[in-house]
């Protein structure tokens, strides 16, 4: 059965959001998560988490487990030291796109402490975007992937830079296990506009920067849109920003 869905552009400003404080966390939530849970804001299409954290230097999350999930990290300033139960550590940093498939199961930490493998200790924050969509099926083996696209991101246009779909296949996208969802990411100076893809959800961030989106005007740092059976319209920026955007073909069954 095809469930008709009802245009909607659906605009979530920034000091609306969940927040989680833990003094070298600064963590702002888009969807029920941890201690805070709504059940009218539990996901948007096949986007789980939409998590915005600033981490303080010589911090982050310890060792913790993760199932049945794609976790998509960016960052946007500073770095982020991955290890996992696979055997997976590295750095992350911007331009640099991660995706941790938690499968049957892993454990994983996230640390800003870059220096213990680089050598001068730092102390600068580190400011990433971590999201979670669901896989096509449970139970698959736990995997991970990183790529560099800091060269595709000059062009200001939108990059996938995480992706399932089959159309993106021969692009520079890590893979992601959910054939319906895809992360696009653009960096746009002041005056620059990309234009949003057409699908059933999409999910519109402004983690750094300022936007005006076409026919709902002004959208400022930590805002979001959640769109519905729409898409198309132009994203142009009034300040240097990024937007991260997530097209999703589909939903999570009720």
Do not use: C
């Amino acid at each position: 059965m095809t469930i008709q869905l009802t245009p909607e552009i659906d605009v979530r400003r920034a000091e609306d959001r969940f927040s989680s404080q833990f003094g070298w966390l600064d963590s702002k939530h888009s969807f029920s998560f941890g201690r805070h849970h709504d059940p009218r804001n539990t996901h948007h299409g096949l986007l789980l988490v939409n998590n915005d954290d600033v981490v303080d230097p010589g911090t982050g999350f310890d060792t913790h487990p993760h199932r049945d999930m794609e976790i998509v990290t960016w960052v946007l300033r500073g770095s982020l030291v991955h290890q996992d139960s696979q055997g997976h550590n590295g750095v992350i940093y911007p331009g640099l796109a991660q995706r941790m498939s938690a499968g049957t199961g892993i454990l994983h930490s996230e640390k800003n402490d870059a220096w213990r493998l680089q050598g001068e200790r730092h102390e600068d924050r580190v400011h990433f975007v971590q999201m979670w969509v669901v896989p096509d099926e449970p139970g698959i083996d736990p995997g991970y992937e990183q790529l560099e696209v800091a060269d595709e991101l000059l062009s200001g246009g939108l990059v996938p830079v995480a992706s399932g779909m089959a159309k993106h296949r021969d692009v520079s996208a890590i893979r992601i296990r959910n054939r319906y969802a895809a992360l696009h990411v653009a960096r746009l100076q002041p005056g620059q506009s990309v234009e949003l893809p057409d699908a059933p959800y999409l999910h519109l961030f402004v983690p750094v920067g300022s936007v005006v989106l076409e026919g709902a005007g002004p959208l400022a740092t930590g805002d979001a849109v959640r769109f519905t059976a729409t898409g198309g319209q132009r994203v142009t920026a009034t300040e240097a920003a990024e937007v991260l955007v997530w097209e999703m073909h589909a939903g999570i069954a009720a």
